[in-house]
């Protein structure tokens, strides 16, 4: 059997990507991708639309109407930056806050459960995808340089 690493991780990232949109969809009403920037703001401190876009991999006028929406729904604080510019300060608001807390547990709890359901122990993927994640920052910033 010809293993194809490449496109598994694609088929399976795409696939995890859909289900967890259809599980928050259904859940809570909202999206898997503005759950990520909810998220990305709130846990991870992506303070700037240019910072959740690169945190994102989308194009800063794509996070720009991504915030503008979460905005109007009251879920996230979008200011001037003082430093001037055409950067936008990015906080969640108490709504938004509740959000990420309330959808987080539950939904990493389905996560947990699919893992298990596979046969591959959490502990071990989450400890692998946590070093797969490292090396990759490591990567990315050593060419940077």
């Known amino acids: 059997m010809q293993r194809n690493l490449s496109f598994d991780l694609h088929v399976l990232t795409a696939r995890l990507d859909r289900a967890a949109d259809r599980i928050l969809r259904a859940q809570s009403n909202v999206s898997y991708s503005r759950?990520?920037?909810?998220?990305?703001?709130g846990e991870l401190g992506a303070s700037t639309q240019r910072t959740l876009a690169d945190c994102l991999g989308v194009t800063e006028p794509s996070i720009s109407r991504m915030t503008a929406v979460l905005a109007a729904e009251g879920l996230l604080?979008?200011?001037?930056?003082?430093?001037g510019g055409h950067r936008r300060r990015l906080s969640l608001t108490d709504k938004g806050k509740q959000l990420v807390a309330s959808v987080q547990q539950g939904f990493?709890?389905?996560?947990?459960?699919?893992?298990?359901?596979?046969?591959?122990?959490?502990?071990?993927?989450?400890?692998?995808?946590?070093?797969?994640?490292?090396?990759?920052?490591?990567?990315e910033r050593e060419e940077a340089r």
């Open 77 to 83: 604080d979008v200011q001037p930056d003082p430093g």
């Open 35 to 41: 759950f990520l920037a909810l998220t990305l703001v």
């Open 108 to 139: 990493e709890e389905r996560l947990a459960s699919l893992v298990a359901l596979s046969g591959v122990p959490y502990e071990q993927y989450a400890e692998h995808t946590a070093q797969l994640r490292a090396t990759l920052d490591r990567m």
